[in-house]
């Protein structure tokens, strides 16, 4: 390995190490609590280190906001696979709210509504990658299913932001109030409520 290939994987490396110690950071202290040494200090790296990668505590925070476009996504095998429409809604519901409690988006999204006003073109960029793009995800998902005739044609744009709604209402929206709430013992059951809710409205 030559010295420059060294030198750009310990680089990589600390790199990776700063992103995830701030992404903790940001999501347990919000990102006007969170500090820049103490996102060193858990990625063991001086706090010149840290400065040399990313130029600014926004700087460090939009990064964070940029890589959790990663995690999220509605998976589409479902709306392929599933033999009836239930089927294929309670995995996309499942698959939803696993993101939102499993990879700390949650917390994330809290951090970055709090800070709207003061980086507002983070806020503007998850609004239109994060929510909106995922809301697109749930289109297609739902489009396959009407192509797949399980569930009745309509318009799908409306009946994502019904599906995506239901779910929110019941899960995502109260921990935005409340960082202590956890996915109630009767989750299963409200979904399966919302999702009767929407097929009666447009099973096939």
């Known amino acids: 390995m030559g010295l420059e290939s060294y030198r750009r994987r310990v680089s990589e490396s600390k790199r990776k190490s700063i992103m995830e110690a701030a992404g903790a950071e940001f999501q347990g202290n919000g990102f006007t609590h969170a500090a820049m040494a103490e996102i060193a200090r858990k990625a063991d790296v001086s706090t010149a280190t840290l400065y040399k990668h990313f130029g600014s505590k926004e700087e460090l925070f939009s990064s964070i906001v940029e890589a959790s476009y990663a995690s999220l996504g509605i998976p589409q095998a479902a709306a392929s696979e599933a033999k009836t429409a239930k089927e294929a809604l309670t995995s996309a519901a499942n698959d939803y709210l696993n993101q939102q409690f499993g990879a700390g988006i949650n917390a994330l999204m809290r951090a970055i509504i709090s800070e709207t006003s003061g980086v507002p073109e983070v806020g503007k960029d998850f609004l239109k990658r994060g929510v909106n793009g995922r809301n697109d995800e749930v289109v297609t ?56 809710t929407f097929l009666a409205r447009y099973g096939a």
């Open 141 to 196: 998902f739902l489009d396959l299913l009407v192509k797949r005739k399980l569930l009745k044609p309509h318009d799908t744009k409306v009946s994502a932001t019904q599906f995506a709604g239901m779910i929110k209402e019941s899960f995502v929206w109260p921990t935005m109030f409340d960082p202590k709430f956890k996915l109630p013992a009767n989750k299963d059951a409200v979904i399966e409520a919302a999702i009767d």
